[in-house]
């Protein structure tokens, strides 16, 4: 014999909410999964190394990841740097 019987369950959800680090506009949300990922919206890594690893982490939108983007390009050419063929 089967006997159905209802349980109800509350769970808590984490939800991270990202915004632009440098014009503060809200990139969304995303629900931490029960393992604890949870994808980053508008995720910016670039990391190169010198004298050791220096890396710059941040969340940017379209618009301020093109802007820093083109500042870096500018700066590095500016100091010399030339695009290599």
Request: charged letters at 35%; proline letters at 1%; a negative charge.
């Given at each position: 014999?089967?006997?159905?019987?209802?349980?109800?369950?509350?769970?808590?959800?984490?939800?991270?909410?990202?915004?632009?680090?440098?014009?503060?506009?809200?990139?969304?949300?995303?629900?931490?999964?029960?393992?604890?990922?949870?994808?980053?919206?508008?995720?910016?890594?670039?990391?190169f190394?010198?004298?050791?690893?220096?890396?710059?982490?941040?969340?940017?939108?379209?618009?301020?990841?093109?802007?820093?983007?083109?500042?870096?390009?500018?700066?590095?050419?500016?100091?010399?740097?030339?695009?290599?063929?």
């Amino acid at each position: 014999m089967d006997k159905l019987e209802k349980i109800e369950k509350k769970c808590i959800e984490l939800k991270h909410n990202f915004f632009c680090d440098n014009c503060g506009k809200s990139l969304g949300s995303t629900v931490e999964l029960e393992d604890g990922y949870y994808p980053e919206l508008g995720e910016f890594e670039l990391s190169f190394n010198l004298d050791g690893w220096y890396k710059v982490k941040a969340h940017f939108c379209d618009k301020c990841r093109k802007e820093f983007i083109e500042s870096l390009k500018e700066q590095l050419i500016n100091m010399g740097f030339k695009k290599d063929n």
